[in-house]
């Protein structure tokens, strides 16, 4: 890949052979970034990574569980991340009535932590049928014990390899 900046104006970038893959508007402001929102089409949209993004999610998901959320902030004010983070993932694989209820006997505890929270989900309900996984494709392929002589494959080299190519 090769970038040019073309006219000062716009940046073009060219793949290996020269050819234009794709031509962008350069900013006219020093330091300014571009972002084109078509670039990110189709990314997976994951639990975000951020606490003021993982706050927001939590609220639009939970709105009635405000005092839980202020719990595991004053608990983990160092890093709610991971605890948030792993709440909103569980929350994927249970049912929201299941999460209300953990959430309630988390508080019960004086605890908000994701373990415990995984922890009375597992005891209690069973998760969400999910799709199934690719590797659940390849549980139904037969596993075959074959042992071959390596030296098999190096007569078939020396078969089609010209004499002086090793």
């Known amino acids: 890949m090769w970038l040019r900046p073309a006219q000062g104006a716009r940046l073009e970038i060219l793949a290996p052979n020269g050819s234009l893959l794709a031509a962008h508007a350069l900013s006219r402001t020093k330091g300014a970034s571009v972002i084109d929102p078509t670039h990110y089409e189709g990314v997976r949209k994951d639990t975000p990574r951020t606490k003021v993004v993982l706050v927001e999610r939590f609220q639009a998901v939970f709105p009635d569980q405000q005092p839980f959320l202020d719990r595991l902030l004053a608990q983990y004010a160092i ?82 390899a010209p004499k002086g190519a090793r």
Do not use: W
């Open 79 to 160: 890093n709610p991340v991971r605890h948030l983070r792993g709440i909103l993932e569980l929350a994927h694989h249970y049912p929201p009535s299941a999460m209300i209820a953990a959430f309630q006997a988390a508080c019960e505890y004086s605890t908000s932590s994701v373990n415990f929270i995984r922890g009375a989900l597992q005891q209690q309900t069973p998760p969400l049928a999910t799709a199934p996984t690719p590797t659940g494709v390849l549980a139904d392929v037969p596993r075959l014990a074959i042992k071959r002589d390596l030296r098999a494959y190096q007569r078939l080299l020396d078969a089609v």
